[in-house]
């Protein structure tokens, strides 16, 4: 229509977005990221002690609650400090952010949300160690979930340095 701003009643729903983003291209992707240099901070997170969580009060009450609180709460703050989520693996997120800052205020977000109050978690409280990094990856279409991923040394870094997080930590 000759407007660059898109009127109230014909903004995209969240759906809609995800349906159009799936069919980005990674090529196509990787032509835009110059535009950053192609630079993304990765942050990656994981439940301290999960398994050992889980054998203390079961696999659904795990599921159910801890897990779901955790992961709302991780979403929340990806999302408020703009961040993309990538990928969960059981009780892991690998995320993306342009702005590296942004990353960082997400981690801390993070960690200072699953202390006011403490998340219970079995015997304890939930602990999560995140690490991030920021570097150059592959980006590419993951065949089995359709979505946009991350690969290469640089995402193999950011997951050694969460890796070698405490809980509650952030590296």
């Given at each position: ?54 054998a203390e009060i079961g696999d659904r009450p795990y599921f159910n609650g801890v897990l779901k609180r955790h992961d709302d709460l991780v979403r929340e703050c990806v999302s408020h400090h703009n961040g993309r989520g990538l990928k969960t693996i059981g009780d892991a997120f ?78």
């Amino acid at each position: 229509r000759g407007s660059s701003v898109m009127p109230e009643d014909e903004a995209i729903s969240s759906d809609r977005l995800k349906a159009l983003l799936k069919k980005v291209d990674p090529e196509v992707l990787q032509q835009v990221m110059p535009l950053t240099r192609g630079v993304v901070t990765m942050i990656f997170t994981d439940i301290v002690n999960s398994s050992k969580i889980k054998a203390e009060i079961g696999d659904r009450p795990y599921f159910n609650g801890v897990l779901k609180r955790h992961d709302d709460l991780v979403r929340e703050c990806v999302s408020h400090h703009n961040g993309r989520g990538l990928k969960t693996i059981g009780d892991a997120f690998l995320v993306g952010f342009a702005v590296p800052v942004d990353a960082v205020a997400s981690a801390v977000e993070i960690q200072e949300r699953l202390t006011t109050p403490p998340i219970r978690a079995g015997h304890g409280f939930l602990q999560v160690r995140i690490g991030l990094h920021t570097g150059i990856p592959i980006v590419y279409r993951d065949d089995v979930s359709e979505l946009i991923d991350l690969s290469g040394t640089d995402v193999d870094k950011a997951a050694r340095v969460e890796g070698l997080a405490r809980g509650d930590q952030v590296l």
